[in-house]
């Protein structure tokens, strides 16, 4: 829905340094904060970005190299200069926040060789206040019509070696899921994921990814020294990207924030993205979810059928069961469908056949008529060919039978050779996308592509992985308590993160050499801190019995009309706040790693004059991540906005409350 627009093609707020014949253009921020500037150095394109009158970004490259052609590159000529103010404010069907103002100022620059092939470049360049997005566009032309990029020069020159948090770009078979390291960009030494986010002291924090990544390459960054090149992820036969003219790039974007919370509230990724172009949206309902896939993990039961089968329907309808007395909208299941006996790398998956032990039909209507819905799976193990050639039967088979969310999973790399964030399997999960949307199914995909804004666009595209979830607590050394105070400010950035939160068996009960790096009330706090409109109650139905804590992911909300940081440090701590979207009710959640952490919070974002109850699920005093890590104390009092609150979070703990609004 769109509430207010209005676009001028002028230049009060835009300052053109020359005419359209000149070699440097700059655009300012609608508030004048951030300078974008553009210039041909030695008939070279570059740019340069200034925040508040200092360089952030100095002069930094831009072009391609084309197979069997020379470099877009070298002999450009500016031909044409076009500038622009766009100012509207839209409403997101779902999500972290109802309305967001899109408002930046606008340059295209189009360039031309003045030789050679002649060939034309369009370099379009927004600039907001919280950063700007730029993108080539090649228009159709007759010297540029199929072409190969082999490698794309755009650079991202930063002023100083600033101190970065960054996980490895390696192009394996789950290149996503690592904790993440802080080092300087000269310390760093090899390719690294985006979002890239880095820090300048405490009064600027610079995030660099990427939106609307559509048929086109994911970029991951090489740094050398201060400068970050954009390196593509390529094919297995190692070209980059496979276009024809006309054709646009993805954007590349700069988020810009006075402080680490800001970034957490930056919607620029999304503005740069299409509005929605789907039609129907009923059956995309954000919710609450639990299944058996954490008992899996702990090898309670198994995916491969046989006497522990998970999915086998008597299991399935106790998890119905409790998602119904509990107030959850839905159950998943996994390892339904006949394949899982095989080696899961080969992907030879059945996605309209079930295991004799799984009636289908049976359980929808089950779950039906225990008002809960049924999210279903679809394993490719990699196996793209086996997936696409039963990808329509497979959503057709679920829209049969009522299903209308679907899990997806890519464990294993592709048997072609071809990487997850490669050209190939972005062009995949698009299809996957816009077949889902055909038979109104959503989606929350694993070992995905990067987020980049498309769930602006196609709204079925609800939630996605990405990153090193709860899942490695069962198997692994873990997750430790940094890691979730990290998130929020790298990949969560890109867009919602299923993180799997909800674990009350803290020590693992069957598992005695893992266990969860939180206090239990840092796994409340999580479902506030880690964005997502599809959240698990992850543990097993038998941990939340009896627990009064469970009463909190009872009541939180998935969909919300305001999100404010209130306070933030990378890696240390993080206090956010959200106003559910059908209610006046407020809820908190405020994490810490592996240090103690005492908090002062105001509650001004409360309605004025009105009282709150505050239900507070705090660490209690002897709670600790190691030692005591399930002592929780639930209180309440009653607040108003002219309150504050004295948060207390124990070493790896946390603390959620809910702000309920009394008549």
């Known amino acids: 829905m769109m509430l207010r627009a209005k676009t001028f093609v002028a230049g009060l707020l835009i300052l053109i340094l020359a005419t359209a ?9 609608p508030d004048g904060s951030i300078e974008l500037q553009f210039k041909l150095v030695n008939d070279q394109p570059f740019y340069q970005v200034k925040k508040d009158g200092a360089v952030l970004v100095t002069d930094s490259q831009l072009g391609f190299e084309i197979q069997n052609q020379s470099a877009i590159r070298d002999n450009l000529q500016i031909i044409d200069v076009q500038q622009s103010t766009f100012d509207e404010t839209w409403s997101q069907p779902w999500g972290e926040v109802k309305n967001i103002r899109n408002h930046y100022n606008g340059l295209v620059v189009t360039l031309q060789e003045k030789s050679n092939l002649q060939r034309i470049v369009k370099l379009n360049f927004r600039v907001f206040d919280d950063g700007l997005g730029f993108r080539y566009e090649f228009p159709e032309q007759e010297n540029l019509k199929d072409f190969v990029i082999t490698n794309e020069l755009t650079a991202f020159n930063m002023w100083s070696d600033l101190k970065a948090w960054w996980i490895p770009a390696y192009g394996d078979e789950i290149d996503s899921e690592f904790l ?3 080092n300087n960009l000269s310390e760093i030494g090899q390719k690294v994921h985006t979002p890239f986010t880095m820090e300048a002291g405490d009064s600027l924090f ?3 990814h990427e939106a609307a990544l559509v048929d086109y390459a994911g970029m991951t960054l090489n740094p050398v020294g201060k400068e970050l090149k954009c390196d593509l992820v390529p094919w297995s036969t190692g070209e980059k990207v496979k276009t024809s003219a006309p ?17 957490i509230t930056s919607y620029l990724v999304l503005n740069l993205n299409e509005p929605n172009k789907l039609q129907d949206l009923g059956y995309v309902k954000p ?11 702990l090898n309670k039961y198994t995916w491969k059928k046989g006497p522990n089968h998970g999915a086998a329907s008597p299991v399935v309808k106790q998890y119905i ?3 119904a007395a509990n107030g959850l909208s839905g159950v998943l299941v996994e390892g339904w469908n006949e394949g899982w006996d095989y080696d899961w790398s080969l992907g030879r998956f059945n996605f309209t056949t079930p295991y004799p032990d799984f009636d289908l039909a049976d359980l929808s209507q089950y779950a039906q008529e225990h008002n809960v819905g049924l999210i279903g799976h679809h394993e490719t193990g990699g196996n793209i060919e086996n997936y696409e050639s039963q990808l329509p039967e497979a959503f057709a088979f679920y829209q049969k039978h009522g299903v209308h969310s679907v899990k997806t999973g890519y464990v294993t790399r592709q048997p072609s050779g071809e990487f997850h964030q490669g050209q190939y399997m972005v062009r995949h999960y698009q299809r996957v996308v816009e077949m889902a949307a055909a038979h109104q199914i959503a989606l929350d995909i694993h070992e995905p592509v990067k987020a980049t804004g498309l769930r602006r666009t196609y709204p079925n595209l609800m939630t996605r992985e990405g990153a090193r979830g709860t899942e490695y607590e069962a198997w692994s050394a873990g997750n430790p308590p940094e890691h979730t105070v990290i998130l929020p400010f790298t990949r969560c950035l890109a867009g919602p993160l299923d993180y799997t939160p909800g674990i009350f068996d803290i020590l693992i009960e069957e598992r005695p050499e893992n266990r969860v790096h939180t206090t239990l009330a840092k796994q409340l706090a999580l479902y506030v801190t880690i964005y997502s409109p599809l959240q698990m109650a992850a543990d097993l139905p038998e941990n939340y019995e009896g627990q009064p804590a469970f009463q909190f992911i009872r009541d939180v909300p998935t969909d919300w009309e305001e999100t404010r940081v209130l306070n933030a440090k990378i890696g240390d701590y993080l206090t956010i706040v959200r106003k559910d979207r059908n209610s006046d009710d407020w809820y908190l959640g405020s994490a810490t790693d592996e240090q103690a952490k005492e908090l002062s919070i105001d509650l001004g ?4 004059n009105r009282k709150y109850q505050a239900e507070i699920y705090a660490d209690a005093a002897d709670a600790d991540m190691e030692s005591n890590p399930t002592a929780i104390e639930i209180t309440s009092s009653t607040v108003t906005a002219t309150d504050q609150l004295e948060l207390k979070l124990a070493p790896g703990g946390g603390q959620a409350i809910r702000f309920h609004l009394l008549e």
């Open 21 to 29: 014949c000149s070699s440097e253009t700059v655009v300012l921020s």
């Open 180 to 182: 993440f390291s802080q």
């Open 206 to 208: 610079v995030s660099i």
């Open 247 to 263: 054709m646009k790039t993805p954007w590349r974007t700069i988020q810009i924030a006075k402080s680490a919370g800001d970034l």
């Open 287 to 297: 919710e609450k979810y639990n299944g058996i896939w954490w008992g899996m993990h």
């Open 321 to 323: 069961d409790f998602a």
């Open 605 to 608: 974002f409360l309605l004025p």
